[in-house]
């Protein structure tokens, strides 16, 4: 039996991915990330002031920031005030790894950025959807910071996309959907960077077991999505080729 995807793509297809920039007015750099029905706004804060253990180090600092909006799912989401689930710790954990390997910290300074992704409309993939999305919106407020004077050079160092893939009647597809996300007996969340280098590998088996092959499978679906998402986001970005050189 071969899987059927409920809105008709091929295996190894991405669900219709944009972004759409500057959607606040006060944030340094912001983003719509849309994937699908999935739509996470992301924004990027600036501060002069570095977390303890980097004062007068001379180096910036990058931190991440997750959240679940309450009408974001078809079944109201509670609204996380006082304590964090263990899922939306882990979920803003792995944004701020996967974001911290796009920058040189030295060439920051002493600033923190501060990455927050707001999930509007779940429809499975919001983590990677942040990733990607946070990655456009950090480039954005780096442009201005080098646009008003504030940095000298571009402390980009890498660009960032992720993407989910999955095993549905043991083959692997791409960017799973909710109700793909559901049936897949394996699931994988991948981070690269524009080499091909694995940022983050996150992976389990639902059910049973799979194989090496498999995982060559699905490591090669993500791939192929990451290099699709990664041209993406470089058209999304204003001045890419100058902010890319200055670095």
């Given at each position: 039996?071969?899987?059927?995807?409920?809105?008709?793509?091929?295996?190894?297809?991405?669900?219709p991915v944009s972004f759409v920039k500057d959607f606040t007015r006060y944030a340094?750099?912001?983003?719509?990330?849309?994937?699908?029905?999935?739509?996470?706004?992301?924004?990027?804060?600036?501060?002069?002031?570095?977390?303890?253990?980097?004062?007068?180090?001379?180096?910036?600092?990058?931190?991440?920031?997750?959240?679940?909006?309450?009408?974001?799912?078809?079944?109201?989401?509670?609204?996380?005030?006082?304590?964090?689930?263990?899922?939306?710790?882990?979920?803003?954990?792995?944004?701020?790894?996967?974001?911290?390997?796009?920058?040189?910290?030295?060439?920051?300074?002493?600033?923190?950025?501060?990455?927050?992704?707001?999930?509007?409309?779940?429809?499975?993939?919001?983590?990677?959807?942040?990733?990607?999305?946070g990655f456009v919106a950090l480039a954005i407020a780096i442009s201005k910071l080098?646009?008003?004077?504030?940095?000298?050079?571009?402390?980009?160092?890498?660009?960032?996309?992720?993407?989910?893939?999955?095993?549905?009647?043991?083959?692997?597809?791409?960017?799973?959907?909710?109700?793909?996300?559901?049936?897949?007996?394996?699931?994988?969340?991948?981070?690269?960077n524009q080499n091909q280098g694995i940022i983050e590998v996150q992976g389990t088996?639902?059910?049973?077991?799979?194989?090496?092959?498999?995982?060559?499978?699905?490591?090669?679906?993500?791939?192929?999505?990451?290099?699709?998402?990664?041209?993406?986001?470089?058209?999304?970005?204003?001045?890419?080729?100058?902010?890319?050189?200055?670095?």
């Open positions: 039996m071969v899987w059927q995807r409920p809105d008709g793509r091929q295996a190894y297809e991405l669900r340094a750099g912001s983003v719509l990330a849309k994937c699908g029905e999935t739509q996470v706004l992301c924004t990027v804060s600036v501060s002069e002031k570095v977390p303890k253990f980097l004062v007068d180090s001379g180096q910036g600092w990058l931190t991440a920031e997750y959240r679940m909006l309450p009408g974001a799912t078809q079944q109201r989401h509670e609204r996380e005030t006082m304590k964090l689930s263990g899922r939306t710790q882990e979920i803003q954990r792995l944004i701020g790894r996967s974001l911290r390997a796009a920058l040189d910290f030295e060439a920051l300074g002493e600033r923190l950025l501060t990455v927050d992704a707001d999930v509007l409309q779940a429809d499975a993939g919001t983590r990677t959807t942040a990733i990607t999305g080098i646009n008003e004077g504030i940095l000298e050079r571009s402390p980009l160092i890498g660009q960032i996309a992720a993407v989910s893939v999955g095993l549905l009647e043991e083959e692997a597809f791409l960017d799973l959907n909710y109700p793909e996300d559901l049936a897949a007996t394996v699931d994988f969340n991948v981070v690269m088996a639902e059910a049973g077991s799979f194989s090496r092959t498999q995982l060559n499978n699905l490591l090669d679906c993500a791939e192929k999505g990451i290099g699709e998402l990664l041209t993406i986001q470089r058209k999304a970005i204003p001045q890419w080729e100058e902010l890319w050189g200055m670095g």
